[in-house]
């Protein structure tokens, strides 16, 4: 059953220099206890598009338009009332960085209570006995007495999980989780994905993960899209898109990853280029000039025509897809095994 559904979302912010847009056009669908992984360049889209479901942008300088549809409930259009009953209860986010995202002047104990209360209306007493309860299914030892610590009395991973216990206090439909194990070692990196996993089998939880690293992706993901320039350009099963990706942009992202097996005296090779200004977006396909496949394509099509994503499971991209799926395999494919992608 889908529980969320984005539609032609836009996301403009008005500056002095022009319109940045930031998200151009974006959809894709979510169902219930499944988790979809947004991968993407930084600048790609990815954190506005998550932060326009919760109805975080500033309104006065920021154009939001499209639908977004929320158990049938259209939030681009809901009023800042109607925000404050779905956001933290029905909605929450596991923000980029713990540290500022935590208020220092409080105890990580009274902020999950003002969560709590504020959502359900619980007595204090009832509330603290929440907050203890959530800080120990997220593995803080003695959460009784934790419950009394500031956040910098917290590590890294123990702050991470505090923000997920914030995040999860209310059994949310729906979790948004911004880069989660950002600046995390590897160790409690895993600790937290398998924390996440295990909550969501709990709370039945959907669950949007952000993130850059394609190897949290294939740990978590069920799903996978792909942003780039504001668009999503790729999307399909996280099985097909990782081991059978069909746009060149997916292609790159791969080519830039360590591989256990791979040749240590060959570099890695990341996507040439940088991505484009989001004020004046390329025509045409984004990606068109960072692009090494265009000459592949009949005509002018890349430079002129804006390629669609068409269904679940597709690539916004003019080469077809038998070309492309023989392309990886002949030419794409080989190189990520041995490590000398060129």
């Known amino acids: ?3 969320l559904s984005l539609r032609d979302l836009l996301v403009h912010f008005r500056t002095e220099d022009g319109v940045v ?3 151009d056009g974006l959809s894709f669908d979510l169902r219930r206890r499944t988790t979809l992984g947004i991968v993407g360049e930084s600048g790609s889209g990815k954190s506005v598009a998550t932060m326009a479901i919760l109805g975080l942008h500033d309104r006065t300088t920021t154009t939001v338009g499209g639908r977004i549809l929320f158990e049938g409930t259209d939030l681009a259009q809901a009023s800042e009332r109607t925000m404050h009953q779905y956001r933290g209860k029905r909605i929450s986010m596991i923000f980029q960085d713990p540290l500022t995202a935590l208020s220092p002047y409080y105890t990580i104990g009274d902020q999950i209570v003002e969560t709590y209360r504020r959502h359900t209306g619980a007595s204090r007493k009832r509330a603290r006995a929440r907050a203890i309860e959530m800080l120990g299914k997220v593995g803080i030892p003695q959460p009784q007495r934790r419950a009394d610590d500031y956040p910098h009395q917290f590590s890294g991973g123990m702050r ?3 923000m997920i216990a914030i995040a999860l206090c209310c059994d949310p439909d729906l979790l948004i989780a ?9 160790t409690v990196q895993a600790q937290i994905l398998d ?52 746009h060149p942009y997916s292609w790159g992202l791969l080519s830039s990853i360590p591989h256990l097996g791979g040749d240590v005296e060959h570099p890695l090779t990341p996507v040439r280029g940088t991505p484009p200004s989001l004020i004046d977006v390329p025509p045409g396909c984004p990606f068109h000039p960072r692009c090494d496949y265009v000459t592949r394509v009949d ?10 994503l068409v269904s679940e499971r597709s690539a916004a991209c003019h080469l077809a897809d038998t070309a492309a799926d023989r392309i990886f395999g002949d030419e794409i494919r080989p190189k990520l095994s041995t490590g000398k992608a060129s």
Do not use: S, W
């Open 299 to 308: 005509g002018a099509r890349c430079e002129t025509e804006r390629p669609q």
């Open 195 to 246: 924390l996440l996993r295990d909550l969501q089998q709990e709370f039945n939880t959907a669950i949007i993960l952000i993130t850059h690293d394609m190897g949290v992706v294939a740990q978590m993901a069920d799903e996978v899209l792909v942003m780039y320039a504001g668009r999503g350009i790729e999307r399909g099963g996280a099985h097909e898109v990782l081991r059978q990706p069909r």
């Open 160 to 162: 991470q999980r505090a």
């Open 21 to 23: 847009k930031a998200v």
């Open 1 to 3: 059953m889908t529980i």
């Open 178 to 186: 911004d880069e989660p194990t950002t600046a995390l070692d590897v």
